[in-house]
């Protein structure tokens, strides 16, 4: 079964939020944290990952991402320090790094610091999970 990620993105100033959806959220904070896709979030240099919700489809995952796009900022606030309370990076804890084939087993590292061969755990490993109340369905 596939899993579909909403999650939330703020800048180093912890100022500018970014809210998205994807099936991959390995490849997609990576793409983020290395400011290679052009757009809103490489403009506003938002690559600290400081929510994270896991669907089992993408409709539900869209409906919440849209939700969350439509609340009040301090509605989102609450939400993130609710189980974020001092909005730390999530990434870092959500990445493990994997040996590189290419350096004979070390911890591979790209330009950026991230390591060019990734796996993230689950939510759910992080205690991270919808909030019953707000979820939408």
């Known amino acids: 079964m596939k899993t579909y990620y909403a999650y939330i993105l703020i800048n180093h100033t912890n100022t500018t939020f970014y809210i998205g959806v994807t099936n991959n959220i390995n490849r997609r904070i990576l793409e983020h944290q290395s400011g290679g896709v ?16 896991e669907s089992a489809n993408i409709i539900d995952a869209i409906a919440r991402e849209k939700q969350l796009k439509n609340w009040h900022r ?6 993130i320090k609710s189980l974020n309370p001092s909005l730390n990076d999530l990434s870092y804890q ?28 689950s939510a759910s490993d992080l205690a991270i999970s919808p909030d019953p109340e707000t979820s939408s369905g």
């Not at 052009?38 to 919700?53: D, M, N, S, V």
């Not at 301090?74 to 939400?79: A, P, S, V």
């Open 74 to 79: 301090d509605w989102k606030i609450n939400l």
């Open 38 to 53: 052009p757009g809103f979030t490489q403009k506003y240099h938002l690559k600290k990952l400081i929510y994270l919700e």
């Open 94 to 121: 959500a990445v493990k790094a994997l040996s590189c084939p290419a350096k004979n087993d070390l911890p591979c590292q790209t330009k950026n610091d991230l390591p060019c061969h990734a796996e993230f755990i």
